[in-house]
């Protein structure tokens, strides 16, 4: 089945800051490469994703990267905030059911 | 939309003691999934369902875990007899299949069995 690695497991960052965040998967047929955000207590929500047949997407301050032959996607957060301290989770999926395998999450620290 | 619901929120409950969580999948969304979340493990696919037919339930623990989904709005986690090692927070989400592969989570079950 699919293996999913995720790194770094914490981030520290500076408040204006960028952090990345970088996933590797094993199955080559997966697709789907969904990214979560999740404060403490709260549920996963979806922030951005992406598509096999796109390289690369952006929504304001986030950015996700695919690289199909490496087999690695990265989350981008530019100008980070402190609000933008969470878990993020990296995910991807091969099947037509949308079977979601995760990694192990990033606890990413924003300081003012 | 509500979103999916889950319910109890929280549960406490005492060792050998079965549990039962619930979950109401959003209307519409034909694929429903289970998972289970710890610090040491992350968030782990218990099973899960389309068209309310169990698909991969691989991810089950042991024997202790069943699920159903008796109707498209409607489905069930329990845990008989639980054990401490059970404690997390349970998960249940859905999505629609063919309509994009968004997933949607709701709030969790936090479980402890003292």
């Known amino acids: 089945g699919e293996n999913v690695e995720q790194h770094p497991s914490t981030l520290s960052v500076q408040e204006g800051d960028s952090a990345v965040i970088k996933c590797t998967y094993s199955d080559s047929a997966s697709n789907y490469f969904p990214w979560y955000k999740q404060e403490l207590g709260k549920r996963p929500q979806l922030i951005i994703d992406?598509?096999?047949?796109?390289g690369e997407k952006k929504d304001q301050r986030i950015a996700v990267t695919l690289n199909k032959t490496a087999k690695h996607f990265s989350l981008h957060i530019t100008e980070t905030q402190p609000e933008d301290s969470a878990v993020y989770f990296c995910?991807?999926?091969?099947?037509?059911?949308?079977?979601?395998?995760f990694g192990q999450g990033t606890i990413l620290t924003v300081h003012p | 939309d509500a979103g999916v619901i889950q319910s109890p929120r929280h549960e406490v409950t005492e060792m050998g003691q079965e549990v039962t969580l619930r979950c109401k999948p959003i209307?519409?969304?034909?694929?429903l999934f289970w998972y289970r979340q710890t610090m040491m493990r992350g968030l782990e696919l218990l099973i899960y369902?389309?068209?309310?037919?169990?698909?991969?339930d691989s991810g089950m623990p042991e024997d202790r875990f069943s699920a159903k989904m008796p109707n498209a709005s409607f489905s069930t986690l329990k845990i008989q007899p639980s054990e401490p090692r059970d404690s997390a927070v349970y998960f249940c989400a859905s999505r629609r299949q063919g309509a994009g592969e968004k997933l949607f989570f709701g709030s969790g079950t936090q479980l402890s069995v003292l």
């Open positions: 369902f389309n068209n309310n037919v169990p698909i991969d």
């Open positions: 995910a991807a999926s091969g099947t037509s059911y949308g079977k979601l395998t």
């Open positions: 992406i598509r096999s047949n796109v």
């Open positions: 209307s519409g969304h034909n694929s």
